[in-house]
């Protein structure tokens, strides 16, 4: 992306964010603090924050993008705009919402259930963490089917049971499902290792592809075992069908354990996908990413957003939701407001540098291959490029389900790409607001 569209991009966003706060400020509740040195002070301190986070975040070309703008006076600090102090004074102590940004045992508590933590060891040293929830109401384990769910880029077990009883994982309980929660490595839930420690960047050398050679056969046969059956249902979303696909088309004897396999808005093929956050990745230079964060963390952690944003963040729901919805991170009919603070309580989660890389390569190469390493090649794989996953060979039953507006999981990827090749597809479900939402 050229400079002058990045002046004007930020310039937009810049402008948005002033009518925004501008609306608030016309708006905003007559019942204000009455000490105003503790109010400067608490603003002074989130400002400090956001500053302190921006510098840590943002790449060092667009550090020196925004630092030309400043002294141009194009660009004013964001946080002295928004005035976000104003959020603490409008906080009103709400005990379900606490105990649901507490943990994820809090998530499940309040809605009958509680939750099982179960801790499983990859072949390769990785200790994962599985949650299974349970509740007395329910039929015995033993006459229910058996349900793994697995998350997405950047999500964890928390993203099934965030949006309160509607949440797909107690919709399943509570029409009888024995359902478990899964987790790969590098989330907030599976920082351990057998040997290495999360400080050392060999911990982070992996990507999805290692997570559908050694999580998902991990967790697959401990559910089974545990819940005494020959099969279960796994379902996928977004990255955790990606790890489905790669693993049930190489391994046949994992592939025999599954009953159904449920693919939510698969990302295998994404030449076409059109997320505002990895169209910007795919403009970074491989070679610059590398030598700039190496085999490291990537966290876009809660407590990153909780520094800023305190608990009441939905007290302030038109700057909240614009913010998201200009990091295209949800669809804004989709969004529930209300549960902001919640969700920024337990997402997003972090993954490897490693990780987005390999994502990164998918998006370039519009194929689904294992990770690309240049002229090392020959010695992870012994080819000069690495080997394409053959989705032909992935017979287990497959229910695919995508919708028109997923900027990751492009309609045109799935239909021209993914689904001609699946041998045993048994149910396809797409969703669309509105027929002009199919042609986009």
Aim: charged share 20%.
């Amino acid at each position: 992306m050229e400079r002058p569209i990045l002046v004007a991009v930020f310039a937009v966003a810049y402008s948005a964010f002033v009518f925004l706060f501008w609306r608030h400020r016309k708006y905003r509740s007559p019942n204000r603090g009455q000490d105003i040195f503790k109010i400067k002070q608490a603003k002074l301190q989130l400002e400090a924050k956001a500053k302190s986070l921006y510098q840590q975040l943002l790449p060092l070309p667009y550090l020196e993008i925004i630092s030309n703008l400043k002294e141009k006076k194009w660009w004013l600090p964001i946080f002295e705009k928004l005035s976000l102090y104003q959020l603490i004074l409008n906080y009103k102590f709400d005990e379900v919402a606490e105990k649901e940004r507490r943990d994820l045992v809090g998530l499940a508590e309040v809605r009958g259930f509680a939750i099982e933590e179960h801790k499983v060891k990859t072949c390769d040293g990785y200790v994962l963490c599985l949650h299974r929830l349970v509740s007395n109401s329910i039929v015995k384990k033993n006459s229910r089917k058996v349900v793994l769910l697995q998350h997405g880029l950047l999500n964890s077990a928390a993203s099934w049971i965030l949006c309160g009883e509607e949440s797909f994982a107690f919709l399943l309980a509570n029409s009888g499902f024995d359902v478990w929660l899964g987790n790969s490595r590098g989330t907030k839930f599976c920082l351990e290792h057998e040997t290495l420690n999360p400080k050392d960047p060999k911990f982070w050398h992996f990507s999805w592809e290692s997570m559908a050679e050694y999580d998902l056969p991990t967790m697959i046969d401990y559910v089974i075992s545990v819940s005494n059956v020959e099969k279960l249902i796994y379902i996928g979303h977004s990255q955790g069908s990606t790890m489905g696909f790669a693993c049930f088309s190489t391994y046949p004897i994992v592939a025999r354990k599954i009953e159904l396999f449920v693919a939510l808005g698969p990302t295998v093929f994404m030449g076409n996908q059109k997320h505002l956050l990895f169209k910007f990745l795919i403009s970074l230079p491989t070679e610059n990413i590398i030598s700039r964060f190496g085999n490291r963390r990537f966290a876009l952690t809660p407590e990153i957003f909780n520094s800023i944003f305190p608990s009441s963040f939905e007290r302030l729901p038109i700057i909240a939701k614009n913010f998201l919805l200009f990091l295209n991170l949800w669809d804004d009919s989709q969004l529930d407001i209300k549960r902001l603070s919640i969700f920024f309580a337990h997402e997003p989660t972090c993954t490897s540098v490693h990780n987005l890389l390999h994502w990164a390569q998918l998006i370039r190469s519009k194929g689904f291959s294992k990770f690309d390493y240049g002229i090392r090649n020959f010695e992870y794989y012994g080819t000069e490029k690495p080997p394409s996953y053959d989705l032909t060979k992935c017979n287990v039953p497959v229910a695919v389900y995508y919708g028109g507006k997923d900027s990751l999981a492009n309609s045109i990827d799935i239909e021209s790409f993914l689904l001609p090749q699946l041998p045993n597809v048994v149910c396809l479900l797409y969703t669309s607001p509105s027929p002009r939402d199919r042609q986009k």
